[in-house]
């Protein structure tokens, strides 16, 4: 696995770093007095990507708070560009009066936050904000809603802390950069 990576462009300390900041804030803007004393959340993941980053997110917010998780599938299999977003599976119950707050690993087109939100405004959540580990330098990208970013970053395709190529790499500790070879064979 390792000798398919071509660079590191972000460290895992530097996530866990930054996670923290991210975190921090979060538990700023959702505790008395920016909300409610009595304010309900809903941590909202995009399977499969953003499960590394949820998992260490939610273990440095000390709120009261709900799990729900969605899968969107944008990029099947050797893609390494979006072929449109897919919401396949909801699992977040009733969102009635909840706020809620998405979790994705990357903005990209914008096309996931876009099909999300809705379909979580739909099922009754009182406030949909977003945060995303990582933003494309990408017009389509900043024009999107996103309350919460980690790191901007070039129009790379990136792996690791989550992200996948065909399904691989999502244990790679760092967000790396894969080798030409890897990725040549992709549409
Ligand atoms: P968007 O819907 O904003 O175009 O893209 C969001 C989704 O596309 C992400 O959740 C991720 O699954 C996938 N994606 C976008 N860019 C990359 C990338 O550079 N690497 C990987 N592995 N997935 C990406
Ligand atoms: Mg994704």
Known sequence: ???????????QHQIARRVKELADQIVKDHSPPAMGIDAEITIVPILTGALVFCSDLIRQIPLHMQIGMLTVSSYPGTSIRTQGSQVISKQFGDLTGRHVLVLDDILDSGGTIRAVVPVLKEAGAASVKTCVLLRKDLPTARQTQADYVGF??????????????NNYYRNVPDIVTLKSHVITKSP
């Not at 696995?1 to 460290?11: A, G, P, Y």
């Not at 901007?152 to 190529?165: A, S």
């Open 1 to 11: 696995m390792n000798l398919d990576i071509e660079r590191v462009l972000i460290s």
């Open 152 to 165: 901007d970053i070039p129009d790379e395709f990136v792996v690791g802390y989550g992200l996948d190529f």
